[in-house]
T-cell receptor, first 115, second 110 residues
Framework: EPEVTQTPSHQVTQMGQEVILRCVPI?????FYWYRQILGQKVEFLVS????????KSEIFDDQFSVERPDGSNFTLKIRSTKLEDSAMYFC?????????????FGPGTRLTVT | RKEVEQDPGPFNVPEGATVAFNCTYS??????FFWYRQDCRKEPKLLMS?????NEDGRFTAQLNRASQYISLLIRDSKLSDSATYLC???????????WGAGTKLIIKP
């Protein structure tokens, strides 16, 4: 069964450093998302991406964040200058078209720890 | 008012019992509705979509009441493996971003 993959599974970084979180969505999916979940809190929407551009973003997704689809398979989230409060699980999700196209499928997440 | 509200639990339930989860949402423009389950420190996994007509998948039954903006999930004959956090999720906006409830933790006891 196709699945969303994410790397790395755990990233530790110092405050102020840049991090890039990587995702490989399901191959025939066209819509991509990033969510985050701070430990013990609910999942929060960050950004949606379609047709090589951001289609929607939340208040959390400020100028420190960016997304990119550098090739036909990868989808990345960059945080330019990490803060302590960026520590969270970051989940990538993708969805297709047709059929159950409203359903989003999640990767296993990257645990980001900012020290 | 929270966009998606759930009872935080935890629900402590003996194996074999029936468990009911309730959820309310505030945005009447919400388009699609889901139940996800999340195991500790894992990604959310889609359990089932929820349709206006109600839908059933094995031991799981989901209901949607658009007029009341209410969603439910029923688990019958609960198993130890059902222990997890159950997340009520609604889909809004033209780009279908998901808005999440905080989840209800379920603990099934032998």
């Amino acid at each position: 069964e196709p699945e969303v993959t994410q790397t790395p599974s755990h990233q530790v970084t110092q405050m102020g450093q840049e991090v890039i979180l990587r995702c490989v969505p399901i191959s025939n999916h066209l819509y991509f998302y990033w969510y985050r979940q701070i430990l013990g809190q609910k999942v929060e929407f960050l950004v949606s991406f379609y047709n090589n551009e951001i289609s929607e973003k939340s208040e959390i997704f400020d100028d420190q964040f960016s997304v990119e689809r550098p090739d036909g398979s990868n989808f990345t989230l960059k945080i330019r200058s990490t803060k302590l409060e960026d520590s969270a699980m970051y989940f990538c999700a993708s969805r297709g078209t047709g059929g159950n196209s409203y359903e989003q499928y999640f990767g296993p997440g990257t645990r980001l720890t900012v020290t | 008012r929270k966009e998606v509200e759930q009872d935080p639990g935890p629900f402590n339930v003996p194996e074999g019992a029936t468990v009911a989860f309730n959820c309310t949402y505030s945005n009447s423009a919400s388009q699609s509705f889901f139940w996800y389950r999340q195991d500790c420190r894992k990604e959310p996994k889609l359990l089932m979509s929820v349709y206006s007509s109600g839908n059933e998948d094995g031991r799981f039954t989901a209901q949607l009441n658009r007029a009341s903006q209410y969603i439910s999930l029923l688990i019958r004959d609960s198993k130890l493996s059902d222990s997890a956090t159950y997340l009520c999720v609604v889909n809004i906006g033209s780009n279908y971003q998901l808005i999440w409830g905080a989840g209800t933790k379920l603990i099934i006891k032998p």
